[in-house]
Every structure is written in C-alpha cells, then in structure tokens.
C-alpha cells in the first residue's frame, strides 16, 4: 500500500485533488525531471578563467568544463571591465569549440591537386620545415644596393591578432633568427 | 599608432574604457562603439545616465547614434574638416585651457623660418619631393634653443648629428610606428615663447593653418548644417577645462584612410588644447577591433618594429648597434635609454651568445630597407618573388581590400600554410574562389602546396591578449585541443625545434642566429605543449641574478639584463604573473589596479600627471587623480603615476642631464624628446607637420580647401589587379563605405560558422537611402550589383533612412552606400565578398588601407555569372578610363602568363 | 483514501480569489508553494537604453541549446528578412529572446530649433515633404524602405537628432515571455506540463508535454510555439535551472547595458517607475511601461517592459487579455462532466495497477 501511496503522489492529478494546489497549476503539477532540475554550471567539474577572443574590449569569461568538455562560457562577473556581461559574440564563443564546421586534422593539397588529402601532423611538420629551408635559401640575400641586410626574402607570414603575445613573440623570435622579414599582422589592417 | 605616438610620446589608448565613465561629453568619431564594442559602451552609458552628452559623429546613423544625444551625419571622409573646424573655434573663441596648454604643450615652441605652410602652396608643405611623392621633413623643424655650432660642445649630441647627417635618406614611414612607445626624435630643444605671440611660435602657426576652417567651411566640406556644429562645439567646450573633461572615442573609421594618422593628430591637437589628456574623463581612446591588436603591435609581427616598438634594424642607418642607438645618444625622456631596452632585447633573444664583443648579436638581426608590409608583399606574390607564406588566424582574401589579387598573390606561391579553426576562404581559394568561375584561376594551374594546420582555441591554451587599454590579461587553458589541433606557440616552437636539429652541424653564417638564440621552454603533456608562462617570464625579463625584472628601469646595456619586451617588463614583479591578477572589480575603485597588469609599470591612465598643475595640485576637486604630496615627497593619487615618483613638481634638469633626467618636474609627456604633448609634430609623420582635408583618393567632390585634391604622399600599389577609380568620374557616381556588425566578426571565420550568429545577420547587404533607391530603381530585400575598377559584388539591398544623402552647397547631391564586409562563399551564412569591391591604397604612415571610403556604382539586379563578369568590370573600366583590369592565368602578366605553364591563350 | 477537495474555484463556477483574472498578489502561493517560497521574480527590459547587439537572443539560445531559428514563419532557410535588422522575426520555439528593430524618420522643419535636453526641441508632428529623386517616386522607394511611417503621427524622440534636419529613431526591443500572471498557456495545459514555479514564473516541463497544442492560441502574446520536427512547445523558462542555483537568467546576465534587468518583481516595479519618472521629467512624453498594471488582462506580467511607443509599434498587443478569463462560466457547466471523466480516469488506472 505505501508503494501504491508513493506512486500515487508522483501523479498530478492525485496531488492536485488532494494538495494545495486545487488547479494543479504549480507544486501539483511537478515532473521528475523539474524536481531533479540543476543548472549544468553546478555540475561542472571545474570553472576555468579565460578571456573573450573576439574585439579588445577584453571581457573576461568563466569557461565551465564538465568531463574535459566545455559545457558553458558566461562572462565573468568579477571582471571590473565588462562585470560579467558579454555581447552576442562573446555568448556564442563556446560554439568556437564545439562548431560541427571546426576542422581538426591536417588537411593537405599537393600542387595542382583538385582535393584535399589527410597527412599525420608529424609529417607536415617535417615537410612544413623542408620548404622553410628550401625558401630561405632561395630568397636570401645577404646585400641588397649595396647595403647588408642579412635576410631572406623567400618567407612571408601574416597573423591575425587573435595571436596570443607569448606566440607573437616566438614568431617574431623566430622569423628574425631565420631572416624572414615580411612579418606583418592584422594590427596593420 | 604614430598619430596618437608623435602627439604624446606612446601609440596606446591614453585613457581606459571604465574611465569613460567620469566624462562629462563623449565623442564617438571613426567608431561604431555600440555595435563593434557592445560590452565596453556600458561605460559610455554609465556616463549618459549621469547626465553625459553623447554625440556620434559618422556617416550612418547606427546602434551608437540610436542612444546618442546627437548624432552628426557627415560626409564619409572628412573628419579632417571637422575637426579642423572645432579646433579653429576654439582657438578664435579663446576656449582652449591656457595654463595646460602653457606648460603641457609645444604650443610655445618657434618653427624654424622654413617652414612653409599648405595655406602658401595650395595644399602642399614645404619640402616635397613630386617625383617621388614623398617630403623632405628637415624645413619642418623647431628653431633650436641653441645655434647649432654650440652643440659640438656636446660630443654626444656631435657623435649623434653625425651619425644623422651621414645617414642615406630614409623613408620615415618605414620606422613611424617606432614612435608607438616614445615620440619620434628631435635633434634639440625649441626656441620658445612663453606669450605665443611671436608668429613662428606653433601656437601662431596652428592659428593661421587652421583660420579657413570655418563654420560655413565645415559645413559645405561635410555636408552638415552649421548649428549641427555649433552644438558639437558647444557641448565639447563647455565640458573642458578645470571641472570638466571629454572624452574622444575613435577606431578603425580613422585609422582606414589615406590620411588615417592625420585624423588621429587632428583630434590630438584638439583633445590637448582642450586640456583633456591625462585626466580622468578625457583622453583619446583608440578602440582595437581585435582581442590582441594592441598586443600584436607591442609585440609586434610586424615588419618595421621590434618588441616594444623598437624599429626594425634599417640597413641603410643601422649597420652596428651604435648606429641604431645614435638618436637616442644624449637624448631626453624616456626613450634615451633605448640602448638598455635594445641591448636587454638581443640577451633576451641570444643569451649567453650575445656579448659586447659581437654588438650583443646585433648583425644577426635581418635588416630593412623598404616597404615590406602585407599588401606589397602580396604583389611582390604575383610576381613570384615569394616562394612561402604562413597565414596564422588570418584569412586576407575576405578580410582584405581586393580579395581577387590577394588570390592571386596566394595562387603564386610555392608552398602556404593555414593555421585556423575553420576551413577559411583564403585555404581554399585553389578549389572555390570566385576566379574559378570567371576562368582567372583553376586548380589545375594553380602549383600552391597547401597545408591546412588546425588550431587551438582560445580556451584550449594559457596565453595573454592586450586588450584596447593596455591591459594584459592570462587566459589559462580549460580543455586540450582536439585531434591535430594545436596553439599557435607549439607550431612556433616545434618548428623552431626542428629547423635548428636539421642545421645544428651548419657553421654557415646566416644559419648562427638560429642556432644561438635561446629556445628552450618547459614542455607539458603527451603534446609537449611549450610552456606559456615560461615565455612570459622572458618577456619581462631577468636581473643579473635571474630574478624577474619589476620595472625597465633596471634594464642595462652591458648585458647583465635581458628582457623580450621592455615596455611588458614588470608584467611578471616580484616573480608573479601579474597579468593573472583577478580581484574582483567589486573590491577596487574604478581604476581596479589589481585586475591584470597593463603597460607601462601598470599605469592605466597615460600622461596622467598632467591630471594636475604645474605645481603638482589638481586642477580640480572633481577631476583629480594624480598629485604630488609634499609631505611624502611622491607622486599619489588613484593609479599609479606615470611619471618618476619622487621627481619634485618644480624640478629642473641640470645642464648635459639625458634621458628621464632631462625631463622637468612639469614635463608630463615623459616618452617626449622635449616632455611636451605636441600641437605640432616637427618629425615623425611623413605626410605633414600639421593636418590637412584632403578628399579621399576615389572621391566624388573636389577638395574645396585646396587644389591639391588627395593626399600627396598617398602610397599605390600598381597593376592590372589594383585599378583605382578616378575621383569624381560620373562612372563610379556613388560613396561606399565598409563596417562591421555586431553580429559577426571581421572576415568571418569567427561567426559565419557559428550557428548563433550565422542567422542574426544571415546575408551579405549593403544599405542605402530612398533617396538613392529611387535614382538607381533598387528594390528593398531584392539583389543589387555594386562594380568598382577591380571587381563587381551582388549584395541584398536594405533600404533606410539611416543611410542619408549628403547635400553640397552647390546643390550636387553625394549619395553614400554602406556595405558591412563579413561575407564570403564559405560558412553557414554566405555573400559575396564586400573587400573584392574595394582597391588598395595606403596611409603613407602607417601602410594602412583607405576601405573606409571608395566610389563604386550600383545598379538593381544579380551580377553577371563567370567570363561575363569580367567583360562587365571590364566595360566600366573602358567607360572611366580607365586601364584594363584584363590578366593572364593566376593574375600574372597577360603576356607572360601567354607563355607560362597552362596558359589558355 | 484522502478527501477529494471541493475548493476549486474552476469547478465552484467563480473566481473570487482573482485565480483566473485580476490582480494576485502571491502567484506561487495560489499554485500550491505554501510553506515559505522565493519573492516572485521577472524581467524589466527597458528598451531605451537597448542596443540591438542581441546578447540576449544568443545568451539564452546557447543556455538552453535551443536549434538554429526555423520560426519566422515565410521560409525555414536563413535569410535576411527585410525588417530592419531583426531576422529573427518573432518569438517561437527556437528563439525566446527576440529583439525588435524600429525605424522611424521625421524631416525637421528648418531653421533649426535650438538645443536643450533631449526631448525638449520636440516639432509639430507630421512628416514633411521631401525632393523626389530623379525616375522612380519617392513615395514608392519609401514604400519599400524598412520606415515605419504610421509612427510619425506621434514622434517624441528621446534621442536621435540626426543632422539638424531630420529626427531619426531606431527603437530596439528586446521580447520574451511575459510569465502572465493570469498565464492562458498554463491554464489550458491538459497535461500539466506547463506549470507555475516557486519564484512565480510559467515553465514547461519537456518530460511531460505532448504536443497536444492548445497552449499555442491560448498566449495572447502568441508566444509559446511548437517545434516543428518534435511536436512539443517551448518558450523561454526564465532559466528555471539557473534560478534553482542561484544564478541570474542567461539573458540578463549577458546583456552589455543592462537593458534587461532581472531580479524580484516588486523591486524591479519600483525601478520601472523611477526609470520612468526620470524619462518624463526629461520630455520624453510616450515612454510609458507595459505589463506593469496589475489590473490589465493578464493581472500583470512577470516580464515588464519600458516602451518609447505605442506597443503596436513594436508588435506587441496593446491590450491583452488572459484567453481563460471567461473559463469559470464555462466550467461550471462543464464540472459535472468533467469530475465524471475524472472519475472514472482514475478507478481506471488504479484497477489496470492493481492487476
């Protein structure tokens, strides 16, 4: 009978004719999935801080990962900058991982190839590091009128400005110790 | 940034966007701060709702001009105007702030007898060169101090005049942004004039330069109703001075002009003899449009700067590291101790292999001699002198002016790889780009070795953006990148790794750079991710005993420091990540000192000493900030001070003193040769002292100022696949204008391929008036084609009284068109590319492209499919004589291309 | 067996109580929290200070995962609508933020009036004449332009002098449920999945709802929707989830002006009144709030609005009434049917779970 009782209550219209909710409007009209409801930011594993990649205005963001995946990015409310709001760019920024368009493995197009071709990441770096060396050499000078300029003009490289300062450093870092000098960044655009 | 560089000394936001909100005015020019900084205009609204005036001044009535008190539509291009107009009422109505413009600025200063002015030339400075379209800047010079022959007494300052004299003539444009920290140098102190009477005085030279930009004169040049200027003057005005201040707010609208560095000086000049630099409230803030902008210039990739805007070694002047340190040798301010920073910079890079016996290094630094900025390099593409590209979160062939001759530049590279999260549009112009239909291109021309590499997030690694003001702040990682994906460090870093295995046994000379720098970083995981923080450390930079630096003052030139950065050092004081700082803004006043760490040395309001007088006190109860306390004998106040702490308000230099030490107590612009904010900039910009109105290169009116019609020193990238409309051709009859929405981003990679944002904004349009929809038959929500000399776009047509025709005083009528640019054929939400439409011609200052204003004509109706395209662009070309756009395969020569592998012809 | 109650005022035949229309000063008490509950809570959107960025739309899609928007009704493909800036169109079971765009355009007879406070250099109404182009008519260009010409009858700008001739407008609104307090959609629901939360708010429940539909007339609003390819109904839940945890909904929290405010009603009434008091004293005359008056026809709502004009203007029904208000006359003739159904619904399943 108590388990007949337990089941009955689980049943709106029993709680609704018996409780104190006679329009079976609100606490009689309860699911199972209502009462176990919970925000998945509290079930996150871990909130991680993080910086909004879009404009400068540099709005910090709360970044909840549950079981190593993103499952929220929301502003940080601390952030004396943008006091946890975040404009539809910044609200959308989890769909910068999660977008079914991301590509995530090398893709590789042989000259004059009509299609892309997979290629293991080591390889690329390898092959990536052949033609550096080769377009080096071939572009370098090491006077230009008369003047020594140490460079080679074989290797140019364009950034976007969503480039983090440590990796704008080591790119700077290394294009200089290789002579490359047509070194240029969105800042320019 | 030489425009905000050569008025104040450091090309950064002067002023920070939560201090917007003390201002009593807001002036939002050049910038569309609601829809393309929608976070930050918090602030702005902060100030409305404490009774704030807000004027937009922009072409569009826009999401800003809808919460604007005023919204001042203006002809696209004539900022210049404008501004000159409100300097000069503010001069002739006596509105300026006398005492801060006395002691702050070089208003005082006496030009040198050469100088001859545009008003004597019709448009022109003394000292240019027509055949090569550029100026020689020696007539624009201060008169010195001291005749010249005294300064033999000085063997520094001899040593130095030598080493300047002997110097081959170089382009100043290619070092200008070397005054992003530290204003361009002069060879010595002004003669002065304290009264500013004397007619050579600048504050007498900005009188008379400015006198014919009238109210009348604005008014027919932009195309606006006098009162609209009057009240912008008023409320600007009534809102400066010793209680009050207002702030400027610009962006890309001014710095994407053939004249973009003027505009900035022109508000410069203005925001200074209002008295509103370095005070809260005021200022000048430059928003970046990116996450990193500000970052990715301090720690430049880019061709003519090193770290800290340190220029690029120029083979002409720089041959030892004496001769790149000359004009910092006895100089004033902060930028005499460029040795230190420079010399810190090379350990940093070299470490042990840098000492004083091989200049630290210094010949191993490739050497300058030219333009080599993106744009020239994407010609010098087409012409096959660039074997390999890397494109690193760029995608140039939609977020470039001219997309069809960036694909052409990429269709003639050996070898290019794509560093990205999505598969853009300039990874895949070999297989879908728009001259696959038209025939220019096809895979089976096309050699290119493509490698498209996946990258990382901006949760998926630890790193640092600088945002607008300045502001360093430490994302840490929250997830590893999936599959192949990876940080653009590791890239870096391991392909670093692998050059110097593959020459690790080479003894040739050009391979020691490589081999000797320094390149070794913890790595972390199964990925051997390189260690971020560890990189950080080494941008700020270690002392002799290998402890962090807290401040570049520390930094040496004997090599007993080094520092990647010295304008980042103290980013890591007292061995902690200063930019991880995260005590919440709600237990910190406004300026929030402990959020982050911005440069220089944390201060997050530049020049702010001159928040208060010369004698140290705050001009005012209300706006006081920064001020000097006699009893502690330092610098106080709510941030920290940019200026030396314990520097006496009243001190004076000593005869010979350099560096820091030769700057007053009441010299509040420190990275200035001479201390002084600058009225008139004698050196640093390469397209005139003072600025001018000039039209645009394609406009439809002619320059009612002067004969001269567009910039002299404009600079132009010729060929086939850069035609450029002729101004004010009945062909091209219309202005077009380029933006951004607030529901993507830029080229769009970061938004057509988010389901979110795809359908707010579902699809390339261009917005005009009815006015214009009635003349050209455009029908609302139906196709209309653009054509310009370079290409022809289809875009949907938004008809709306936001967009709004300009009518001149002589009755001619400028219809204006405004095309936001995030479209391609690649993602969820797709269109035409706005950028094919437009040319590419560039600031002469700063490289930078004028795609804010162009000439395009519009017609209703989808464009021509394939090979008719081009005989439509074509027939344009022919109708405006202009010459023929016509190229052979891949967009080289015809004639060569007629003889190259898999020609057609 | 516990007593069957006879307190339902559906089945007494009159609503004394105010249950079904009228004002109710504790909603979560009338639907059953009893014991000690939460302040009833809602939103305060003013759209005066509204920039049209469309945080919220994106905030609360991407919290609550909803689909891409297939609801504007004339094509389920992405497309640009047309109406000013807004493609998102309306409210629906994929988007429950919408934000409205408004142009509205007004010549200014010259010469210029002279500056003061926003509001106070208001001109006579009525569009002026413009100078048509050259071809085609002017009237036909504006015909098909995004201008709202039937709002220049009554043009009170709070902001948006343009030039000094002309007055432009852009009116941004950001919808979303009203969370009525008299809420049609929970009173039709014959399921029980829409229900009344403890902090006031109108929710349905995923689990349990059918699709039967007859919530979707039932919204004077026309807010709550059906998803095509699932059947069921959807409209915003005030972020149910994140309330239960504390947390501010998505929408609010993003929004970058605070256009929309969200907190306990009561205060966010009073924070509407001094918003509004502030707006008058400033000449902006048609400001005016929508969905604060406890006595309209959904004995208030739950999501209040600052509006700048007339509601029409922003698509919104400028007098709605709750569909149930006449349902007490007809259940009373309905009672005895229905407790019959009942009845014999509930012999039904207990005999089939005693088997």
């Known amino acids: 009978m108590t388990r007949v009782k337990t089941w009955l209550e689980s049943w709106p219209v029993y709680r609704q004719l018996t409780g104190s909710d006679p329009l079976g409007r609100g606490t009689a009209a309860r699911s199972k999935a209502t009462e176990a409801v919970v925000s998945r930011t509290a079930t996150a594993d871990r909130v991680v801080k993080s910086v909004c990649p879009y404009c400068a205005v540099g709005c910090a963001q709360n970044v909840y990962v549950k079981d190593e995946q993103i499952v929220q990015i929301e502003g940080d409310p601390d952030s004396p900058i943008n006091r946890g709001r975040l404009c539809p760019k910044g609200s959308a920024s989890k769909q910068l991982v999660t977008s079914p368009s991301r590509t995530t493995t090398v893709k590789y197009r042989r000259p004059f190839g009509t299609e892309w071709e997979d290629l293991e990441l080591d390889t690329a770096m390898e092959m990536i590091a052949d033609r550096v060396l080769e377009a080096r050499r071939k572009g370098w000078q090491d006077e230009d009128a008369g003047y020594r300029v140490n460079r080679t003009m074989g290797i140019a490289s364009l950034g976007g400005a969503t480039l983090d300062n440590e990796e704008n450093y080591l790119m700077k870092k290394l294009y200089s110790a290789l002579g490359a000098i047509q070194i240029e960044n969105q800042a320019r655009i | ?905 | 067996m516990t007593s069957i109650s006879s307190a339902s005022p559906g089945l007494a035949g009159n609503d004394p109580s105010n249950r079904l229309f009228g004002p109710l000063p504790d909603v979560s008490a009338d639907a059953g929290y009893v014991e000690e509950h939460p302040a009833r809570v809602g939103f305060f959107t003013d759209t005066s200070v509204c920039i049209g960025c469309k945080a919220c739309e994106v905030a609360c899609k991407e919290w609550n995962t909803l689909p891409m928007d297939d609801s504007h009704g004339v094509r389920d493909a992405m497309g640009m609508s047309g109406m000013s800036y807004d493609n998102t169109g309306m409210l629906g079971a994929n988007s429950w933020r919408h934000v409205a765009f408004v142009e509205q355009t007004r010549t200014v007879d010259l010469p210029m009036p002279t500056f003061g406070r926003p509001g106070d250099d208001r001109q006579g109404s009525g569009p002026s004449p413009m100078t048509p182009g050259d071809g085609v008519s002017l009237a036909d260009a504006q015909q098909s332009s995004v201008l709202n010409a039937e709002a220049l009858s009554e043009f009170d700008p709070q902001t948006g002098q343009s030039g000094a001739d002309k007055q432009i407008r852009w009116l941004m609104s950001s919808d979303v449920c009203k969370h009525c307090t008299h809420a049609g959609c929970l009173d039709v629901c014959p399921t029980g999945a829409l229900f009344r939360t403890e902090f006031g708010t109108v929710v349905v429940q995923g689990d349990i709802c059918n699709g039967c539909g007859y919530c979707v007339p039932a919204c004077p609003y026309g807010v709550i929707d059906q998803r095509k390819d699932d059947g069921r109904v959807f409209k915003c839940t005030m972020c149910y989830d994140r309330l239960t945890d504390g947390l501010q909904p998505a929408c609010a929290t993003a929004c970058p002006t605070q256009s929309i405010q969200f907190g306990d009603l009561d205060e966010l009434q009073a924070r509407a009144d001094a918003r509004l008091a502030t707006l008058k004293g400033q000449g902006v005359e048609t400001a005016r709030l929508y969905g604060r008056d406890e006595n309209d026809g959904v004995g208030g709502a739950g999501a209040f609005f600052l509006l700048l004009d007339e509601p029409e203007v922003y698509g919104l029904p400028p007098d709605p009434v709750v569909t149930t208000r006449d349902v007490p006359a007809m259940w009373k003739a309905a009672a005895q049917g229905a407790a019959l159904i009942i009845g014999v619904a509930v012999s039904a399943v207990l005999g089939s779970r005693k088997r």
């Not at chain 2, 201060?603 to 009893?631: C, F, H, I, T």
């Open chain 2, 1 to 905: 940034m030489p425009g905000l560089g050569a008025s104040f000394g450091r090309g950064g936001a002067t002023n920070f966007l939560e201090d917007l909100s003390n201002a009593d005015c807001i002036v939002i020019e050049g910038s569309n701060m609601a829809e393309c900084h929608p976070v930050g205009f918090q602030w702005v609204m902060e100030a409305k709702a404490r009774g704030a005036k807000i004027i937009h001044i922009d072409p569009r009535f826009t999401r800003t001009s809808a919460v604007a008190d005023l919204h001042v539509p203006l002809r696209i291009g004539t900022d210049i105007a404008f501004l000159g107009g409100l300097i000069r009422y503010v001069l002739d109505n006596d509105l300026y702030f006398r005492d801060y413009v006395v002691a702050y600025t070089n208003a005082a200063a006496l030009v040198g007898e050469d100088f001859v002015d545009v008003e004597d030339l019709d448009g022109l400075f003394s000292g240019y060169d027509a055949e090569n379209r550029m100026y020689d800047e020696d007539s624009w010079a201060y008169e010195p101090a001291n005749p010249p022959e005294s300064s033999a007494d000085d063997p520094a300052e001899a040593a130095e005049q030598e080493q300047l004299d002997d110097a081959p003539a170089v382009r100043e444009s290619d070092q200008a942004q070397a005054a992003g920290s530290g204003g361009p140098p002069i060879p010595s102190k002004p003669k002065r004039d304290e009264t500013l009477q004397h007619p050579r005085s600048v504050f007498q030279v900005l009188k008379r330069h400015f006198a014919r930009y009238t109210p009348e004169m604005v008014s027919e040049v932009c195309g606006i109703e006098p009162a609209v200027f009057e009240q912008v003057a008023k409320w600007v005005t009534s809102n400066s001075g010793r209680e009050r201040t207002t702030a400027w707010v610009y962006s890309v609208g001014w710095t994407q002009h053939s004249v973009g560095a003027q505009y900035i000086r022109t508000a410069s000049i203005l925001q200074t003899l209002l008295g509103n630099i370095g005070r809260p409230g005021g200022g000048i803030l430059a928003l970046r449009g990116h996450a990193s902008i500000q970052g990715s210039t301090d720690v430049p990739t880019l061709f003519n700067l090193l770290p800290g805007y340190l220029p690029m070694p120029h083979a002409m002047q720089h041959s030892t590291l004496d001769e790149y340190c000359a004009d910092a040798a006895g100089k004033a301010g902060f930028w005499g101790n460029k040795r230190d920073y420079m010399v810190s910079l090379l350990k940093a890079w070299f470490g042990d292999a840098a000492q004083p016996e091989n200049d630290f290094g210094f010949d191993w630094l490739p050497k300058i001699n030219g333009d080599h900025s993106s744009y020239r390099t994407i010609a010098d593409m087409i012409e096959g002198k660039v074997s390999g590209y890397f494109l690193v979160g760029e995608n140039p062939t939609v977020g470039h002016p001219n997309g069809r001759m960036n694909r052409f530049g990429l269709a003639n590279l050996d070898w290019l790889v794509v560093r990205d999260l999505q598969m853009i549009e300039s990874a895949t112009f070999w297989k879908e780009g728009p001259e696959l239909e038209t025939g220019e291109m096809s895979p089976d021309t096309i050699g290119t070795e493509v490698f498209f590499m996946p990258a990382a997030t901006h949760v998926e690694k630890d790193g640092t953006f600088t945002q607008t003001q300045r502001l360093l702040q430490w994302r840490h990682k929250a997830v590893e990148p999936p599959n192949d994906a990876r940080s653009d460090l590791w890239f870096f870093f391991h392909l670093g790794r692998i050059l110097r295995e593959r020459l690790k046994d080479s003894t040739d000379p050009r391979d020691q750079a490589l081999l000797r720098m320094t390149w070794d970083y913890p790595l972390h995981g199964e990925t051997r991710d390189p260690d971020a923080d560890a990189v950080l450390r080494e941008i700020n930079g270690t002392g002799p005993d290998g402890q962090p630096l807290s401040s570049y003052m520390q930094m040496k030139d004997d090599g007993s420091t080094s520092g990647g950065c010295w304008i980042y050092t103290g980013v890591y004081a007292d061995g902690v990540n200063q930019a991880a700082r995260r005590k919440p803004g709600s237990e910190q006043g406004t300026v929030a000192s402990e959020w982050g760490w911005a440069w220089p040395l944390n201060r997050r309001m530049l020049y702010n000493r001159a928040s208060a007088d010369p004698d140290g006190k705050p001009w005012s109860e209300r706006k006081k900030y920064v001020w000097w306390d006699e009893a502690a004998g330092e610098w106080t106040g709510v941030d920290v001070p940019d200026f030396e702490k314990n520097k006496r308000p009243d001190y004076v230099p000593p005869e010979g003193a350099r560096a820091q030490d030769a700057l007053a107590g009441d010299d509040p612009f420190v990275m200035q040769g001479d201390g002084k904010a600058w009225l008139y900039a004698p050196a640093g910009l390469v397209d005139g002292p003072l600025p001018t109105h000039y039209e645009p290169v394609e406009s439809v009116v002619e320059n009612a100022f002067y004969g001269t019609q567009a910039s002299p020193t404009v600079e132009r990238i010729d060929g086939p696949w850069n035609r450029e409309n002729p101004s004010r051709s009945e062909v091209f009859p219309f202005q077009v204008t380029t933006y951004r929405l607030t529901e993507h981003h830029t080229a769009g990679a970061m938004s057509r391929t988010l389901p979110y944002l795809s359908e707010l904004q579902p699809e390339f349009f261009v917005e005009v008036s009815p006015e214009l929809a009635a003349l050209r038959g455009l029908t609302h929500n139906d196709y209309a084609t653009l054509v310009s000399a370079r290409s022809a776009i289809e875009a949907k047509v938004l008809v709306t009284e936001r967009v709004r025709p300009i009518k001149l005083r002589d009755g001619r009528v400028v219809h204006q068109i405004g095309m936001p640019y995030h479209w391609s054929y690649g993602g969820l939400s797709t269109g035409d590319s706005a950028n094919d439409l437009l040319g590419i011609a560039l600031d002469a200052n700063t490289h930078i492209q004028e795609d804010k204003v162009s000439t395009a004509d519009i017609v209703p109706g989808r464009r021509p499919r394939g090979p008719e395209l081009l005989e439509f662009v074509e027939a344009y070309r022919r109708r405006a004589g202009v010459a023929s756009g016509r190229v052979g395969v891949n967009g080289r020569d015809p004639v060569e291309a007629s003889a190259g592998e898999g020609s057609t012809q």
